[in-house]
């Protein structure tokens, strides 16, 4: 079992790398191994709406995007993490989960996911609501903690004294081990995915 931890963020040792490394090293004590991927800091190109990963399902860019999705069936669960720009996520980590998803949301259907966020003072509620709304088009459960999974701080060393913060993410990390394991017995257990219908589309709405 693996989760795959996605920064988001400038910053490949800032806060928000010290939520995920929390969540990483409580998913290892629950024996579940995990994948730290930093996006970097080349810039991320937004969907231009092609339709072209419809045919080939990947982007014609070919760039991290591409090569995440190529690898996601390696991970039974997915954390994607972002530092708070401006009430809202990154611009990377919004240009990468818009043609991830594009091209690639058939892989993580119905695996649990979960969004971190990270900020010095506000704005995480609205972040962290963007971030999940690409789980809850797509079936994924959202997995939840004991507050919304938000780390306070400008930097690593004072998301360190967020100590309620970290917290939220062990509770949220044991909440989905938890819920991969579970998913897993299911499966072994021949308990199906649910039925889907052919999706309808009704646009003009
Ligand atoms: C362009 C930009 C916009 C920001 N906007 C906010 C904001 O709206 N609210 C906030 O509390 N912090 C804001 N911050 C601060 C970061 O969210 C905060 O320093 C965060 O912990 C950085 O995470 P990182 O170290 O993973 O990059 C902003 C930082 C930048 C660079």
Redesign the pocket.
């Known amino acids: 079992m693996k989760v795959l931890l996605i920064?988001g963020?400038?910053?490949e040792n800032?806060?928000?790398?010290?939520a995920l490394t929390e969540i990483a090293a409580t998913l290892k004590s629950e024996g579940i191994e995990s994948d730290v991927l930093w996006l970097g800091n080349s810039p991320i190109a937004s969907c231009i709406g092609c339709g072209a990963c419809k045919k080939s399902g990947e982007c014609f860019r070919k760039d991290i995007v591409n090569e995440v999705g190529a690898r996601l069936d390696e991970y039974d669960g997915y954390v994607f993490?972002?530092?708070?720009?401006?009430?809202?996520c990154?611009g990377a980590l919004s240009s990468f989960m818009d043609r991830l998803f594009y091209t690639s949301s058939k892989k993580m259907y119905m695996k649990p996911a979960a969004a971190v966020v990270?900020?010095?003072?506000?704005?995480?509620s609205a972040a962290f609501d963007e971030i999940n709304k690409y789980f809850t088009i797509n079936c994924m459960p959202v997995v939840s903690s004991q507050y919304w999974n938000q780390?306070?701080?400008?930097?690593?060393c004072?998301?360190e004294q967020d100590l309620e913060g970290l917290q939220t993410m062990r509770t949220l990390t044991r909440n989905m081990a938890y819920m991969i394991k579970a998913f897993a017995l299911a499966k072994e257990n021949g308990l199906a995915l649910p039925e889907r219908e052919a999706q309808v589309r009704t646009n003009f709405i």
């Open positions: 920064n963020g400038p910053h800032g806060s928000t790398n010290r993490g972002s530092p708070v720009h401006y009430a809202a990154s990270s900020c010095r003072r506000g704005g995480a780390i306070h701080g400008s930097d690593a004072e998301a």
